[in-house]
């Protein structure tokens, strides 16, 4: 019988300068791009993936990861099926967490705000750049639905692909982009002895939807 570790055990202890208040940049969009840059430069497996969280009309919590496509002061971008489950729940629920997971870094990023689409054209160009065989996958793939087998996938891409006659797939009127509009964005740095440097910029609606720092106890 194999073991397993005991887990109450396993722990890293954090060995970094931390975060202070001196070193955020005026943004959290420039702050953002500092780290992201880090995460760039440490070579770290797709960096741009992040954590996904929503929920449903009765509050059920939902999460998966998905590759952030692009981002700016108005928000993050990822795009998706309008009728996958993630999709569905943000029909009746327009608002997500995110969460970029940069543990060899001993950093972690988080994000809640409000989710809208982000429109035809701005949908087109994130659909153009994929290769076909994403494109073909993501038009054959009912996504979150049940299939019988992966052959049925399988199959389902092959005839579209024949169909299509390797000429350009148009964008599914059901896939395109959604992006998340901040109203937090939090900047986690590991501490030792779990004494961690949590700095968040949050919209402050009373000052005009500027941004005021804020610590928050690890």
């Known amino acids: ?18 975060l202070r208040e001196d070193d955020l940049a005026a943004t959290w969009v420039e702050q953002f791009d500092r780290w992201f840059a880090d995460a760039v430069a440490a070579e770290l497996p797709e960096p741009n993936a992040v954590v996904v969280a929503t929920a449903d009309a009765d509050g059920a919590p939902d999460a998966r990861i998905v590759l952030i496509k692009g981002y700016d002061e108005a928000g993050f971008v990822f795009a998706t099926s309008y009728a996958s489950a993630k999709g569905a729940q943000l029909a009746v629920n327009p608002r997500a967490a995110l969460v970029f997971p940069w543990h060899a870094l001993q950093r972690q990023v988080r994000v809640t705000g409000r989710v809208e689409r982000v429109g ?99």
């Open 1 to 18: 019988m194999e073991v397993v570790p005991d887990l109450s055990r396993m722990r890293r202890d954090y060995e970094t300068r931390g």
């Open 120 to 218: 035809d054209t701005a949908s087109d160009d994130l659909w153009d750049p994929r290769p076909r065989g994403a494109q073909l996958a993501a038009a054959a793939s009912l996504q979150s639905t049940t299939v019988d087998s992966r052959e049925e996938l399988v199959e389902r891409l092959r005839r579209l692909d024949a169909d299509t006659a390797g000429g350009k797939l148009p964008r599914p009127e059901v896939w395109g982009g959604y992006r998340v509009v901040p109203d937090s964005v939090e900047f986690w740095q590991g501490g030792a002895d779990r004494l961690h440097d949590r700095l968040r910029f949050a919209r402050d609606d009373e000052e005009g939807g500027g941004w005021v720092v804020q610590r928050l106890a690890p």
